[in-house]
């Protein structure tokens, strides 16, 4: 087996798997002017898909006897320029995420009474922020804005104690 039998092209396709996929190069050899960012027609699963070529690799991720061809070099130029590829390998390699601190509400039996999630939100802010306003009346003058609560205000109250 030469070494250029030995080649894979490492594929990414639109699917929701972090992963690149290995295929032979196609029968034609039209393959050796690939770079990265340009287009190819690919089988995968019981279809055919559009992938990005990524690279070449010698060290295939499955045996080569299991590896299917790329069907068809679809650019001759690249389509996805350098910069825009490594901007993109640079967010899915997780260098770019979102830290989220969301807490869910469920809607819940209160004294008997069922309320929904949103019932219970909106009931709960409002009732906080009137007990909190209420209980110092001199610190609140004026139109009472949201920033003037901190979260531990919130929660330590009565009735901000369901956010917690």
């Known amino acids: 087996m030469t070494t250029e039998n030995k080649i894979s092209l490492q594929i990414a396709v639109p699917v929701p798997l972090r992963q690149c996929f ?3 190069p196609p029968e034609s050899g039209e393959w ?3 770079k990265p960012g340009m287009r190819v027609k690919v089988p995968f699963q019981h279809r055919e898909m559009v992938g990005i070529f990524m690279g070449f690799s010698t060290n295939p991720s499955v045996p080569v006897e299991k ?3 790329v069907i068809e070099v679809l650019d001759h130029e690249l389509v996805i320029e350098d910069d825009i590829m490594k901007l993109c390998l640079w967010a899915a390699d997780g260098l ?3 830290e989220n601190y969301v807490k869910k509400f469920y809607p819940k039996t209160i004294n ?3 309320w929904s999630a949103i019932q219970l939100t ?3 802010e409002l009732c906080t922020v009137v007990d909190l306003v209420v209980k110092q009346a001199g610190k609140y003058k004026g139109l009472v804005k949201q920033e003037q609560f901190t979260l531990q205000d919130i929660t330590s109250n009565r009735f901000g104690q369901y956010y917690a």
Do not use: F, I, N, P
């Open 122 to 124: 909106t009931a709960t």
């Open 112 to 114: 008997g009474q069922h």
């Open 22 to 24: 290995d295929y032979l």
């Open 67 to 69: 590896l299917k061809s």
């Open 32 to 34: 050796r002017h690939l």
């Open 96 to 98: 770019y995420s979102e």
